[in-house]
Structures are given as C-alpha cells and as structure tokens.
C-alpha cells in the first residue's frame, strides 16, 4: 500500500482527500503546518508528499527546501490558481509537480499516480536483486555491480549498503544502521560507523556526473541519493 503525506492547514480539504485516497486504496496521514511535516516525515516511511504553498509560518517554498536537503521523495505542490510563478518556483526548487486550487479530486489522484510511476518505486526487479541506476546489488550471491564492475565489499559494507539501497532516497539515522548493521547501539564517541561509511564510498566512488552516492546528514544519519537521472528498483 502506498503512503501519502498530506502538509496543508485546511482541516475539511484534508479530510476529503483522506476518505478518497483511503477509498482508492492509498494510506494518508495529515499535517497541519510544514514543521509538523517534517517532523512526521523524519519518523515515519511515506511514498509521496501533497504539499500546500501557503501555510502558517514557514511557507511550502520554504518546506520543499528542506525536504530536498534530505530525500527525493516525490512532490506535489497545491499552488494559487493563476500563480504562474509559484509553480516555476516550485518546479525549480525540486517539486515534481503541481495542481492548482480548487482541483478535481480524480485530477490530483492521476497526477499522485504518474509521480510515483515517474519515480520508479512501483518497479520491481527481484526480491533478491536492488538496483539504483548503475549499481546493482544480488543479495542471494552477495554480490555489487556498479557499471558492471564487481566491487569487493566486506560483510559489514555490504549489510551497510543493502540497509541504504532498500530506503534509497529516505534517510535512515545513524543509531538504527548501529543497531541493524553492527549489532549495538551507537555511543557518543563511536565512529566506527562513519569509518565503515567511508570505505564504502571509497569502493563505490562516485555517479558518472561527479555527484555523491551516499550523502551524510549531520546528526541525523545517512541516505543513498540519486544522480537526478536514475530511478530505484526493489
């Protein structure tokens, strides 16, 4: 089932959209104002964002930023009807696409579909195989491809890496890679994580665009970025 994250301060829109999408068969959670938002997207896996321009304190420009800052989760923006600039600005900041208030309902569902076939989540590879544009990695034979050169990882980079690949594009917090990956919890003066990161990227290297991989989150914990040109398959 797929999750939407709803982020606008109109109470009755949220509730409409909620009896919909839960009838179309989607899960739908509600924030009231943008800090809320991101509150509830650093605690909980949600597969697309519905994204209001104007709320209370920080505005949705504002919001987008920050979410872009962490992860690629898609995102729709509700603009002001006729605001031709709001949707440029929008678009350039990182939304993967707009409606305009007041909308169809069935209009909003089509476009929430198209993202997600856009973002490539719905794809499925293997349950033994993950894959994010050029690295592939087969969990069976425990093996890592990137541009199909076999990248030798040690037991320890390759839990690390599939834990990363499987939320590639969400966040995942240092103190749970700890606990999933090396079996304890992190302590303060831990970096045996960071060192194992490190390698890690070391062996992968970087996109062919020069960008990152394996972006770090200060205080926060890591995420398997993409290039901008690729997609994710699990």
């Known amino acids: 089932m797929k999750s939407i994250l709803m982020i606008d301060d109109d109470v009755e829109l949220c509730t409409l959209l909620e009896d919909y999408f839960q009838a179309e068969g989607f899960s739908f959670a509600?924030?009231?104002?943008?800090?809320?938002g991101l509150d509830m997207l650093a605690e909980g896996q949600y597969d697309i964002v519905i994204l209001d321009?104007?709320?209370?304190?920080?505005?949705?420009?504002?919001?987008?930023?920050?979410?872009?800052?962490?992860?690629?989760?898609?995102?729709?923006?509700l603009t002001a009807k006729g605001n031709h600039l709001d949707r440029v600005v929008g678009l350039e900041i990182g939304a993967d696409d707009y409606i305009c208030k007041p909308f169809d309902t069935r209009e909003l569902s089509a476009r929430v579909r198209a993202v997600l076939r856009r973002s490539g989540l719905a794809e499925t590879l293997s349950e033994n195989v993950l894959r994010v544009e050029d690295l592939e990695m087969d969990i069976r034979s425990r093996s890592v491809k990137v541009d199909?050169?076999?990248?030798?990882?040690?037991?320890v980079e390759f839990r690390l890496l599939e834990a990363l690949l499987s939320c590639a594009g969400k966040r995942i917090s240092s103190e749970q890679l700890s606990i999933d990956v090396l079996?304890?919890?992190?302590?303060?003066?831990?970096?045996?994580?960071?060192?194992?990161?490190s390698k890690l990227r070391q062996k992968l290297g970087l996109y062919p665009c020069g960008s990152e991989r394996i972006k770090t989150l200060r205080g926060e914990g890591f995420i398997y970025v993409f290039s901008g040109k690729g997609s994710f398959s699990p």
């Open 30 to 36: 509600r924030a009231y104002s943008g800090d809320e």
């Open 148 to 155: 199909q050169r076999t990248i030798p990882l040690t037991n």
């Open 53 to 77: 321009v104007m709320l209370p304190g920080r505005d949705g420009f504002e919001i987008l930023k920050a979410i872009r800052s962490a992860s690629l989760i898609p995102v729709i923006m």
């Open 183 to 197: 079996g304890h919890p992190l302590s303060p003066f831990d970096r045996s994580l960071s060192v194992h990161i």
